[in-house]
């Protein structure tokens, strides 16, 4: 008798517990940053990510967020009212602060993070740039670069000094530089013929120096190329088409097709990948993100830009030689 009353007793307070549950208003909180402390009204109540925090419904409350970070905003506040029977869901999102620096060094093309800044002269070596751990800092020339790594606290000024190496002379010779990419400038991508699969071999296993991950260029990529870096190519094009990574299959599903590209006329079409011949020209990310928009390029011609237009939309180092030492080399 005991056992069956204890029995209604818990089944009561869980049927209870189901209506309270059902009743009840919480917030979740999130944040762009790992180490962010959470207070509501000014009661500490831990670190995000917070899972269904329960609150009083149709109450006001002030929320406040903080973190440590050296590279960030240290404080954001969010006022919140939520009603009856509801989960609402918060984020912070904390913003990077500045930090300025002045590079001290030679003339040259300066990325960030893989991202085209400018051309560094003497007027422009001192600008600000977001804060942040393990910032990678890349300058080149049409013979030299160098790149480095620093970390940079918000609201502080760095003067970073560099010197600048002389490229090794596989890359100074055996390719040419536009805008986050680097092409294979070489001989065998004037004279092979391949199919497709070859020419998606020959790629992957390119090495060109300390250069690995080649890829086959997409439509768009190529198209760029073509628009306005075609004449970069020191050795040409000694065929019309060229293969891209862009790939289908017809409806019957027996031919394998990929796209190619002429850089005769710009006429773009499908060819069967088994047997149909083509160029290979392969391509090397300069870096993974914060890439200059291709679409920049490609959209030019059609809004009538100028060629001072067409730099400021992305400058790059033209070429790392063109001189006689690459041409006998070749």
Request: with cysteine; net charge negative; glycine share 4%.
């Amino acid at each position: 008798m005991r056992a069956i009353l204890l029995l209604f007793v818990g089944l009561f307070l869980f049927i209870n517990a189901e209506e309270v549950d059902k009743e009840a208003t919480y917030v979740r909180i999130f944040s762009n940053l790992v180490d962010v402390n959470i207070s509501i009204d000014g009661e500490d109540v831990g670190r995000v990510p917070i899972y269904n925090h329960q609150v009083k419904p149709h109450t006001p409350y002030t929320i406040v967020a903080t973190t440590k970070s050296d590279y960030h905003e240290k404080k954001l506040t969010k006022e919140i009212s939520i009603p009856t029977n509801n989960i609402q869901t918060i984020e912070f999102k904390f913003e990077p602060l500045k930090a300025e620096v002045f590079l001290v060094g030679e003339d040259a093309q300066l990325y960030i993070n893989g991202k085209y800044i400018k051309k560094l002269e003497k007027s422009n070596r001192r600008f600000k740039i977001e804060a942040g751990e393990n910032i990678h800092f890349a300058l080149y020339t049409k013979q030299k670069q160098t790149q480095f790594y620093k970390d940079l606290k918000g609201g502080t000024y760095e003067e970073i000094p560099y010197t600048l190496q002389l490229s090794p002379e596989e890359i100074r010779i055996y390719t040419s530089r536009v805008p986050n990419y680097v092409w294979e400038d070489t001989l065998e991508a004037v004279n092979q013929n391949t199919t497709w699969d070859e020419a998606n071999r020959y790629c992957q296993e390119l090495e060109i120096a300390y250069l690995k991950d080649w890829r086959l260029p997409s439509l768009k990529e190529m198209e760029m190329l073509y628009r306005h870096f075609k004449e970069e190519i020191y050795n040409g094009f000694g065929g019309p088409f060229y293969w891209s990574n862009e790939t289908s299959e017809d409806d019957a599903g027996i031919w394998n097709y990929a796209m190619v590209k002429n850089f005769n006329d710009g006429i773009e079409k499908r060819s069967i990948q088994d047997f149909e011949q083509g160029k290979v020209r392969c391509i090397h990310d300069v870096a993974l993100e914060n890439q200059v928009d291709i679409q920049n390029y490609l959209d030019m011609d059609e809004n009538n830009n100028t060629q001072d237009e067409k730099k400021e939309a992305g400058d790059y180092d033209k070429s790392l030689t063109k001189d006689l030492q690459r041409f006998l080399l070749k």
